[in-house]
């Protein structure tokens, strides 16, 4: 049996890939138990009464405990490795946060938290036999402080789309977190809009955390005199799906990404990719379509050079397969 530690998988990429696994082990008929932290969570996996897969919510007490057990054919998906050896198993990195040491001397509850992730990642990360990611960009990071067996291992849901239209010139899966430069992205489309009119689907939940990013928004389409960019709020993966399909574009301006799924999906969807000019695009994109995230008038001349169709020839493919099996073959070699 596989164990899955992912009590700190709550929102975002970290949950897409768990899903991804969880259906993956069911469809297989691998037996697996998996720790969840967060009711939503646990809600969300529970009702759908897997016959393989098995579902336990647990503390963080319980978690740390664990973490001093030695096991087997664990998968340790929360970027964190155990304190104590174990063998035939696997430390995921996903996320690049608790991979780079800040230096800001801020005391605030989440810098805190985010050294003492970074030490436990620093000294730690040698207790699984395998250390995998997504990317080389996050193997190099890794490699920077250990030398450890690190397997570079991404996976990604398959799906083929059909029937493309254009009802929105771009579209942008995004959150409200920082790294994703809204401010920036909204500058843009605002000086874009001046000149020519676009429209945009942005994926922005409506939480007080959005507030401020959702004012902004509102705030440039009114400055225009049109809706411009229209949120079409937290959409489901099909209706994610759908949207590359509705959209010319996906334009995709985040300033720090392990892996850039949304562009992945978008190449499969035959949905052109608009990116910013960082490593997560060349390593896992042909022929991508540039720009610098900083520069709202060089993003601007991109989404404009768009709606000419100056882009119109320019054909994309991935650079990357999902690997979902060798991932798994890892945890159950034992």
């Known amino acids: 049996m596989i164990i899955i530690e992912a009590s700190h998988i709550s929102f ?13 082990l069911e469809e297989k008929q691998i037996e697996a ?10 809600d969300l996996f529970t009702r759908k009464n897997l016959s393989f897969v098995k579902f336990e919510q647990t503390t963080n007490l319980n978690t740390i405990v664990r973490y001093f057990k030695r096991r087997n054919g664990v998968l340790f998906f929360c ?79 398959k799906f083929d789309t059909s029937g493309n239209s254009d009802k929105y010139d771009f579209c942008y899966i995004c959150s409200p977190e920082e790294h994703k430069n809204l401010p920036v992205f909204f500058e843009a489309v605002s000086l ?64 720090k990404e392990s892996f850039g799924l949304p562009l992945i999906e978008a190449v499969m969807s035959n949905t052109l990719v608009l990116a910013s000019d960082l490593p997560y695009t060349h390593q896992i994109l042909n ?10 008038m060089e993003i601007s001349i991109v989404m404009e050079n768009l709606l000419k169709g100056k882009y119109s020839t320019i054909e994309q493919s991935l650079k990357i397969e999902s690997k979902i099996d060798e991932l798994i073959d890892l945890l159950i070699e034992n």
């Open 79 to 157: 970027n964190l490795p155990p304190f104590r050896k174990n063998r035939f198993s696997v430390t995921y990195f996903h996320n690049v946060l608790l991979l780079k040491k800040s230096d800001s001397l801020k005391i605030t509850p989440l810098h805190i938290k985010l050294r003492l992730y970074y030490y436990w990642v620093k000294y730690f990360s040698s207790k699984t036999t395998y250390v995998a990611c997504q990317t080389l960009a996050v193997k190099d990071l890794i490699e920077k402080r250990n030398q450890l067996d690190i397997r570079i291992i991404p996976f990604f849901e």
């Open 287 to 296: 022929n991508p379509v540039l720009f610098n995230p900083l520069d709202k």
């Open 192 to 255: 874009v809009g001046k000149r020519m009119k676009l429209s945009i689907a942005v994926t922005l939940e409506e939480t007080i955390k959005s507030e401020p990013y959702l004012e902004l928004l509102n705030y440039v389409n009114d400055s225009l005199g049109y809706k411009a960019i229209i949120n079409v709020g937290f959409i489901s993966k099909k209706e994610i799906k759908q949207l590359y399909c509705d959209s010319k574009s996906l334009i995709f301006p985040s300033i």
């Open 33 to 42: 138990h998996v720790y969840l932290g967060y009711p939503k969570v646990f």
């Open 12 to 24: 975002g990429g970290g949950l897409e890939l768990l899903k991804l696994i969880i259906n993956h």
